[in-house]
């Protein structure tokens, strides 16, 4: 069986446990056998995959494991926490074996609620336009966002990021994974610094190569989980 068979079983797998946890019918075992099965067979798969693939799939399993109380059924809200990740997962990884094309640049989009993957892989496509440089401004970051710049990173050492925040205590956590990225990391060319303002800073850009911008209307982690508007600024002047 090829990676790409794999891949669509195991999505299948977790589209029954979303579907019966939507239902209100998934017990708790049930649950917890399909996701560590399918946490074990990527760990398996790894193996056998570029870096960039492997600390994406290191970055979704979760390190602890629950024992499952037999019998019980599962709240809709927790079989989302567990199994979407890892379908997001999943559909990546698939995306990557069959050589879809990602989607295509548009001036103006909207990514509605609900569509987190196609959120990630529109990001995604916008900073793999980038060959020199990505400048990212935004007021609040989540750690997420390096796990996608890394991928990037990783393939082209001469590309430079830049991200401009605000400065807010709910910052906390993506500093600390910053600090522990550039540590790991040392020869990739990123800076992350804040702004002087703080609450009433909330301009989003992204700037790729001096040359493309954007601008949502959405912190970038929450594209598809909010509902998102990104529009392109094409006049020279506002570039």
Do not use: C
């Not at 970055?59 to 629950?66: A, E, G, L, Q």
């Not at 295509?104 to 336009?129: C, D, H, M, T, W």
């Amino acid at each position: 069986m090829n990676l790409e068979q794999e891949y669509t079983i195991l999505i299948k797998d977790l589209d029954e446990i979303l579907s019966l946890g939507k239902d209100g019918l998934l017990k708790s075992e049930k649950m917890y056998g399909t996701i560590y099965a399918i946490e074990d067979k990527l760990k398996e798969i790894s193996k056998s995959l570029d870096e960039r693939s492997q600390l994406s799939i290191e970055k979704t399993i979760p390190m602890w494991r629950n024992v499952p109380k037999t019998g019980i059924f599962v709240r809709n809200e927790e079989v989302e926490k567990r199994a979407a990740p890892l379908r997001t997962l999943l559909t990546e990884l698939l995306s990557k074996q069959t050589g879809q094309p990602t989607l295509s640049l548009k001036q103006e989009l909207v990514i509605p609620a609900g569509k987190s993957y196609e959120g990630r892989l529109y990001l995604r496509n916008l900073f793999q336009q980038a060959s020199q440089s990505i400048f990212i401004r935004d007021s609040y970051f989540r750690p997420v966002i390096l796990d996608v710049l890394l991928e990037f990173m990783l393939d082209n050492n001469q590309l430079k990021v830049e991200i401009l925040m605000g400065d807010n205590q709910r910052l906390a956590p993506f500093k600390a994974s910053f600090s522990a990225f550039k540590q790991q990391y040392s020869t990739l060319n990123i800076q992350a610094r804040n702004s002087l303002s703080t609450d009433n800073d909330h301009p989003r850009y992204i700037l790729i190569d001096n040359q493309l911008l954007f601008n949502p209307d959405h912190s970038l982690d929450q594209w598809g989980v909010t509902t998102v508007n990104i529009h392109q600024l094409t006049d020279t002047s506002e570039v």
